[in-house]
């Protein structure tokens, strides 16, 4: 079966510096795709960047990137020069390519940055 | 930009009543989905929908129903609402079943007394 875990319940950084959340994932199939999310204060979900399992390079846009270990089924996110609008909620999810399609989603990292 | 409206944003409804929340996308995308997201946890899917007239249960259908009578609608039913069904719930869509993003409401807090 799917599932989805992020240990991180929240992170406070300072501004301008490199937060990793960390999560990993379970499935069996052999082609899946990762995804990270981000829950604005005002509820609002919004698409971040995603990882396919098949691609061996760590995917990476604007301030975000993807630490991509597959041996571990662990993918974590990168922001690098946090600001103050990166405070957010961020959710890991994955989604197999066979059999389920659902997008199992894990519990969420509340992230802080200070200034 | 997609977009996913949802409607209402927020609703108070009594025990035992009955709700419909509704869901609109103008992205020409099959797939639709509901989520339920519980304070402090992540979103649980409960039903979801890749052609219209048709749905299908997710991981939490119990007390729930769904109807897709079109492509661009999704409506999610609570028959006899109970406080247990107190969450926000977000509405999706998609492109496709794979490595497309998932595009989402802003979501309807609902609060059953």
């Known amino acids: 079966a799917q599932k989805v875990t992020q240990t991180q319940t929240s992170i406070s950084v300072m501004e301008k510096t490199t937060v990793t959340m960390d999560c990993v994932y379970e499935t069996q199939d052999s082609s899946y795709f990762l995804f990270w999310y981000k829950q604005t204060a005002s509820g609002e979900i919004v698409f971040l960047i995603r990882?396919?399992?098949?691609?061996?390079e760590n995917a990476t846009v604007g301030h975000y990137s993807l630490n991509f270990q597959k041996p571990k089924s662990s993918i974590g996110l990168i922001i690098t020069a946090t600001q103050i609008e990166d405070s957010a909620v961020y959710f890991c999810a994955m989604r197999e390519s066979s059999g389920s399609w659902q997008l199992i989603f894990g519990s969420g990292t509340q992230l802080t940055v200070m200034p | 930009e997609a977009a996913v409206t949802q409607s209402p944003r927020s609703k108070v409804a009594v025990t035992g009543g009955k709700v419909t929340l509704s869901c609109h996308q103008t992205n020409n995308h099959d797939y639709m989905y509901w989520y339920r997201q519980d304070t402090g946890h992540g979103l649980r899917l409960i039903h979801y929908?890749?052609?219209?007239?048709?749905?299908e249960k997710g991981d939490i259908p119990d007390g729930y129903k769904a109807s897709r009578p079109s492509q661009e609608n999704f409506s999610l039913i609570l028959e006899l609402a109970s406080l247990s069904q107190t969450a926000v719930y977000f509405c999706a869509s998609s492109q496709d079943r794979g490595r497309e993003e998932v595009f989402f409401g802003k979501g309807t807090r609902l609060t059953v007394v």
């Open positions: 990882q396919d399992s098949y691609k061996k």
């Open positions: 929908s890749y052609v219209a007239d048709s749905t």
